[in-house]
């Protein structure tokens, strides 16, 4: 094994460790945030072939792998435009240019105009049932639109008869 080797196989050993521990510190420093789903580092293992007479040594590598399609912990919150994807999928939403996004995070809440935006300001898309039941588009983004939520609120009307009627024992 000639020296450039050796150096070679302990620089790949001490770059994987460092994107191992990068990966670990991105999952401590996002652990509050919404959506977020952790990564983790796959090592692999490099083997150089050999020739006669001479050592070549391998090395090691690392793959950074992201959950982002994994089911994450549902949480109750106070918020009654919150959503959550129960299982796979994601929620679609657009930035202000119209292009569509895919996302986990299901935290939303109306603006002026009522839209549902996330917290980047990206609005919330959905189907219409204004007119019926929606033909979805499959693998596509037609016919979606923003979700927009109503603020005006049902007028109740107060009942002024009703009629009870019980089955006494004798």
Not at 2 to 29: C, E, F, H, K, P
Not at 113 to 125: E, K
């Amino acid at each position: 094994m000639s020296l450039y080797g050796m150096m070679r196989t302990g620089v790949s050993g001490m770059a994987a460790q460092a994107n191992r521990l990068s990966s670990v510190a991105d999952n401590i420093a996002n652990s509050g945030t919404t959506g977020y789903k952790r990564s983790r580092a796959e090592f692999s293992s490099m083997v150089l072939p050999s020739t006669q007479g001479a050592y070549n040594s391998g090395g090691v590598t690392t793959t950074i792998m992201n959950s982002v399609s994994s089911q994450g912990v549902l949480q109750y919150t106070t918020s009654v435009t919150d959503l959550a994807v129960n299982g796979e999928g994601f929620f679609i939403v657009q930035d202000a240019s119209g292009t569509p996004f895919l996302t986990r995070a299901g935290a939303f809440v109306p603006d002026a105009q009522g839209r549902l935006v996330n917290a980047a300001g990206y609005q919330l898309l959905g189907y219409s049932y204004q007119n019926g039941a929606p033909a979805a588009t499959a693998n596509g983004f037609a016919g979606l639109e923003p979700v927009i939520i109503s603020q005006t609120e049902l007028t109740a009307a107060p009942t002024t008869q009703g009629t009870f009627s019980a089955n006494l024992p004798a």
